[in-house]
């Protein structure tokens, strides 16, 4: 799963956005986790970066934070997936798009002694459609 920054167009208009990873810390940072404390690590040049901050919002929920971004509430880094359809409209612009994020996995875990019913099947079948890679 592909991670990136975002940003609206509504904040970009009336906020310089960042030109370094260390001037994100001056902006309203939405994570999307649980820690008062986040980190976010990127690499660029080959090179490891990260950047420790206090969030301005943290959720766990994705859509609460799409939400909040679009209306112009700050930076955030979601899932390509769950970002696209608000980049596709015009609503946010992608920041930073030479960092590379680290990406996540999504596992199904079952037992290998059990047959996969359909219900089970359907399942592993749309993560996979969804959650496939947007740039490619």
């Not at 208009?13 to 404390?37: Q, V």
């Not at 679009?70 to 899932?79: E, F, T």
């Not at 609503?91 to 219900?119: E, M, Q, W």
Request: proline share 4%; with cysteine.
């Amino acid at each position: 799963m592909q991670h990136g920054l975002s940003a609206s167009k509504g904040y970009a208009a009336t906020h310089r956005l960042p030109e370094s990873i260390e001037e994100l810390s001056d902006h309203p940072l939405l994570h999307h986790g649980s820690e008062r404390r986040a980190t976010w690590a990127f690499e660029h040049d080959g090179k490891r970066r990260t950047l420790k901050f206090r969030p301005a919002l943290w959720s766990n929920c994705g859509t609460f934070l799409l939400d909040a971004v679009v209306n112009d509430d700050g930076i955030i880094r979601l899932s390509l997936f769950v970002v696209d359809s608000e980049v596709q409209k015009g609503n946010l612009i992608p920041v930073f798009t030479h960092l590379k994020h680290a990406d996540y996995g999504i596992y199904v875990v079952h037992s290998s002694k059990r047959r996969v019913n359909k219900r089970m099947r359907t399942m592993i079948d749309a993560l996979s459609e969804s959650c496939v890679p947007l740039n490619n």
